[in-house]
């Protein structure tokens, strides 16, 4: 017998200012007769947070911008386990929404009377999630490089190694996830491959590249910490500033850099190519998840 695959789809809690509070959008489907949050199934390959800024867009014609990483909820659909990813997305643009037969409505409310109109718990428990989060004042993209060959197979100075082909394959594919927090700055370390990996994304974006030296790994001499702790500030400093950003640093910097900014311990290794979407509140750091 074959084995049951599971359903994976993706949404989040979209918000708008609404005078000293915020509403969140629900949308009405005709086909179940149910109030929920908006989301979709991933298409073949997608990115989970790509697939939600999508399906946010397809249902309910609102253009928005992730910020913080909403308990996934987990049930049962058509027979097969479903799992259903969730950020919190802030409203940034609108268009006119035209009822079809998938969404006939789209409502915008209160958070606590959005939790007594949805139809699902899970759907409340998330909204219960977002309701507990500080505000977001500031969004940031952090990535590590992509592929650039072995160290000991470049003759030349290793800080102009460039990316391989694997690398610029994963630059292209970090560009559509570096848009989708609309950075209006683009930041790398002086290593020729970190410049390279944000190009794709400065070509889509039309932004230029600023080359930060505080976001290098330690030159000979220097300590570890003292490089995390320049990037750390440098990070902070972009964020009071609270325009989105987005950056690219090296993997000698990237696990102190969050260390300092989080408190914690945790295992913030980050493979080439990975990265990290960060939410600010003030020069505090709110959220780090995974991209």
């Given at each position: ?12 809690v ?5 005078g ?42 609102v ?5 913080v990483?909403?308990p ?15 950020w ?20 915008w ?26 505000p ?30 694997e ?8 560009a559509d ?5 609309r ?23 039309d ?20 490089c995390?702790?320049?990037a ?20 000698k ?11 914690r ?8 190519g ?18």
């Open positions: 017998m074959a084995a049951v695959t599971g359903i994976r789809a993706a949404g989040g979209v918000w708008r200012p609404a000293a509070a915020v509403e969140v959008c629900l949308i009405h489907r005709p086909r179940y007769g149910d109030w929920s949050l908006p989301k979709g199934k991933l298409e073949r390959g997608e990115h989970p947070l790509l697939a939600a800024v999508r399906e946010i867009a397809e249902e309910t014609d253009r928005a911008v992730p910020q990483r909403l996934a909820a987990h049930y049962r659909s058509e027979g097969r386990p479903k799992v259903v990813d969730h919190s997305m802030r409203a940034v643009a609108q268009g006119g929404f035209q009822p079809d037969t998938e969404v006939d409505d789209v409502r409310l209160p958070v606590d009377d959005a939790a007594r109109l949805v139809s699902y718990p899970h759907d409340a428990e998330v909204l219960a999630a977002f309701a507990a989060l500080p977001v004042t500031a969004t940031m993209v952090l990535v590590r490089h992509a592929h650039a060959g072995k160290r000991g197979t470049w003759t030349g100075p290793d800080h102009g190694r460039p990316l391989d082909p690398g610029w394959a994963q630059a292209r594919a970090l996830l570096v848009a989708v927090v950075p209006v700055r683009l930041l790398a370390a002086s290593a020729r491959r970190c410049v390279q990996t944000l190009d794709p994304a400065a070509a889509l974006l932004l230029p590249i600023e080359v930060c030296g505080d976001l290098d790994e330690p030159r000979p001499g220097q300590q570890a910490d003292e995390a702790l320049a750390a500030a440098r990070l902070t400093e972009l964020a009071v500033a609270g325009d989105p950003v987005a950056v690219c640093s090296q993997g910097v990237i696990p102190g850099l969050l260390a300092h900014l989080t408190g311990s945790d295992d913030f290794t980050t493979p080439k990975g990265g990290w979407l960060l939410a600010f509140t003030g020069d505090r750091l709110l959220a780090a998840d995974r991209l």
